[in-house]
């Protein structure tokens, strides 16, 4: 299992890395397809848990959010969310006048929780790569970041506990079995230092690179255990198998999500 982890990284990695440092239709358009089948895993997961989301109005209205962050200025995005969340009322309204179902205010958000989180946060991808001042960097830190925390945590849980550190603790054994204490804070830790040294050969100010080392290696653990929810209620263990023991989209985008988000504001708002 490990080794094809590790096939899979080594390949989907780089390829991430350089549609993220090529940005434009080369950045988009992978970028906006992982998104949507994604989403499509997303509406899926509601199906089990017996809440019919449409997958046509979710992947409608996301890609209207990814269109509308990556074409136009970012003052139009509210406009973009307000008319997708309508979307998914009106919709969920003309179900209900069809078949008056008690579910259907229950599914109705389910949908908005999918458009904002494949939608808004998704939004950040193209927000982030379409900054006017080191873009391409502050893409790239993020990916990195976020793949230093989750693979310093995977390495330490699962090999270094047990030799070099007494005892393991599970983090959240309901949601995640898996996950331990030591390997999260080992991911604080690592994940936080690669993150500065992959920041200075980006040429990003340290104090910047450590903060957002700190936060996505603190912070992007529970976007994974948001999904691990979803995943455990509609007993399923992966969203789908599209890469394999990695899982399906919405497994490889789960931290990302809220990663990419994250440094778009630290990058706007703060340097």
């Known amino acids: 299992m490990f080794l094809q982890r590790a096939l899979v990284s080594f390949t989907l990695g780089p390829l991430a890395l350089i549609v993220a440092y090529l940005g434009g239709w080369f950045y988009f358009v992978p970028v906006a397809a992982l998104l949507l089948v994604a989403t499509v895993e997303y509406a899926q997961l509601m199906k089990q848990l ?4 449409k997958p046509w109005l979710l992947v409608t209205a ?3 959010i990814h269109a509308t962050a990556q074409w136009l200025p970012p003052q139009y995005l509210p406009a973009a969310l307000a008319v997708s969340l309508g979307l998914a009322l009106a919709t969920s309204l003309f179900f209900y006048e069809q078949q008056h179902n008690r579910t259907v205010l229950l599914t109705w958000m389910a949908a908005s929780v999918g458009v904002i989180l494949f939608g808004w946060l998704g939004s950040h991808f193209f927000q982030l790569r379409n900054l006017s001042e080191m873009a391409w960097q502050w893409t790239i830190l993020a990916l990195l970041s976020t793949w230093s925390a989750d693979s310093a945590a995977y390495v330490v849980g699962r090999f270094l506990t047990g030799k070099f550190i007494l ?5 959240s ?3 995640s079995p898996n996950k331990t204490v030591e390997g999260y804070l080992g991911g604080i830790l690592l994940g936080t230092l690669l993150t500065v040294i992959f920041g200075q050969l980006l040429q ?3 104090y910047a690179t450590l903060l957002t080392g700190l936060l996505i290696s603190t912070l992007s653990t529970i976007g994974d255990l948001g999904i691990s929810l979803l995943k455990r209620e509609a007993k399923v263990k992966d969203s789908s198998r599209i890469f394999g023991e990695h899982g399906g989209a919405l497994d490889r985008i ?14 706007t708002l703060i340097f």
Request: aromatic content about 12%.
């Open 173 to 175: 054994p309901h949601l």
């Open 204 to 206: 990003l100010p340290i």
């Open 254 to 267: 789960d931290s990302l999500l809220w990663s990419v988000t994250l440094t778009y504001y630290l990058a």
């Open 50 to 53: 017996e809440l019919p989301v």
């Open 62 to 64: 996301v890609f209207l």
């Open 167 to 171: 005892g393991r603790h599970k983090l």
